[in-house]
């Protein structure tokens, strides 16, 4: 006899993930880099992404800024951890983004250490976050 589906029996995305900032406006935090006039704001305005990296500590709004930034500038968003993914998956993706003109690959690489052996000059037009 099948159940009716209620909070407890289905398939929903973890809490964190569905409590998630959509929006710009949703989000809080680093008011220094999303400020009215700040350098990310001008280049949401105009459409015209640019190249960046989001570094600090676990739980300061990276992901979030990185999916929110993704969609705003309809980029196809790649989440990679640099640990287990590698300088191949990275170089595939990159790749990839060299033959479509159309759209700009985001790519958020976690995990990314001063160690890491990826070479970032080779990034291209995708945006690195």
């Known amino acids: 006899m099948p159940s009716d589906p209620t909070i407890l029996n289905t398939n929903l ?11 710009l406006s949703d989000y809080r935090g680093q008011p220094d880099l999303i400020h009215k006039g700040s350098l990310l704001s001008s280049s949401i305005e105009k459409n015209q992404p640019f190249s960046m990296i989001l570094y600090g500590p676990p739980g300061t709004g990276k992901t979030t800024l990185a999916k929110i930034l993704s969609r705003k500038f309809k980029a196809i968003y790649y989440e990679l951890s640099a640990v287990s993914s590698g300088v191949a998956k990275v170089r595939e993706i990159l790749k990839k983004s060299e033959h479509d003109s159309t759209t700009v690959p985001f790519l958020l690489l976690e995990q990314l250490t001063p160690c890491s052996d990826l070479d970032l000059q080779h990034a291209g037009n995708a945006l690195l976050a």
């Open 13 to 23: 995305p973890p809490l964190a993930q569905r409590m998630r900032p959509q929006t």
